[in-house]
DNA sequence: ATGCTTGCAAAACGTTTGCACAGGG
DNA sequence: CCCTGTGCAAACGTTTTGCAAGCAT
């Protein structure tokens, strides 16, 4: 159930963040390897609590604070994206590669559904290019109640 | 600087609130009309702590706790707007009778461009028809450099 | 060798909660 | 009067930080 996509994608992966790092004139340490694996098997989106489960599972020992330090390197490199679904978490997803998209968060079931921004995208520019502001990136998120439960509980989400 | 638009506007939302919280059966304490007397007068995006702030520079003895007891149920009365910025405050608006609109963040100034949403919301419902979900709300935000940034630092927000 | 990086524990942060008391309906 | 709301402080969970020791270059 990990890495279907192929080793050819995690490796290119590997190997820009290796570049990343030496760009910055940051060690390549055996810690921010390990949290790099643990976030290419997780894939989905996770929480820097999920990495440092994961990691423990597998006997990995890196320390809390090392995760929650690699985990905007990794950002920075452009392999993950921070995703922000609540407050409490930061939420992160892999970026790398994968065709841009948003998310719509069911409130009754938490369920994350993904959709393609191309139209997102295109209406991002012309907003922006209204207000002479220059667009690095965009966050969209709808919220409501997803098909099945929408259909369990006919009634909800009517509010507002 | 305050309640420019009027004494209209507010003496409204006053009255919505009371509306609202007789309907809930919940009571229209002190402290809860205090606390939406200081977000009238915020009014821009705010948080929590900035609430209590405006609240002690008054010497209106209201507590932390109920502040943050207080804020929920201005949102759900369609007073406030919760917008999130970042991810370590939740930030807050008046929304009452505004015009629904998203933001532009400039991540070198930090200005906030609002924009309405009119298209916006037209492509949500698009987006959630197509996959059978039900909105209940959205957010969306456009990251970038504004304009006066932009003139200032041409290099800037080139990056990714 | 040097100095960035680590891991631990403790701090920090915004937010929530438990509780005895106050106050609204 | 009863029951909800209050305020304080302490609890909470995530994230950050200070520091001595470890390790990559």
Redesign the interface.
């Known amino acids: 159930m990990r890495n279907e996509n192929g080793g050819d994608r995690t490796e290119r992966i590997r190997r820009v963040f290796q570049e990343y790092l030496r760009g910055r004139n940051v060690k390549c340490t055996d810690a921010r390897r390990k949290v790099l694996e643990a976030v290419l098997d997780l894939r989905e989106h996770f929480e820097a609590e999920q990495v440092l489960y994961f990691l423990r599972e597998r006997s990995e020992r890196v320390g809390k604070a090392t995760v929650y330090r690699t985990l905007p390197l990794l950002v920075e490199a452009?392999i993950l994206r921070e995703v922000?679904f609540d407050?409490k978490h930061?939420h992160y997803e892999l970026a790398f590669g994968e065709a841009p998209h948003d998310h719509?968060v069911?409130?009754r079931c938490g369920r994350i559904?993904e959709?393609g921004s191309n139209?997102?995208t295109k209406?991002?520019s012309k907003?922006?290019r209204?207000?002479?502001?220059?667009?690095?990136?965009?966050?969209?998120?709808?919220?409501?109640?997803?098909?099945d439960c929408?259909a369990a509980f006919p009634a909800?989400?009517q509010?507002?």
Chains 1, 2 share one sequence.
């Open positions: 452009g922000r407050v930061t719509m069911c409130g559904i959709f139209e997102v209406l991002r907003i922006a209204q207000h002479g502001f220059r667009v690095t990136g965009h966050r969209f998120q709808i919220t409501g109640v997803c098909k929408a909800a989400g509010q507002r």
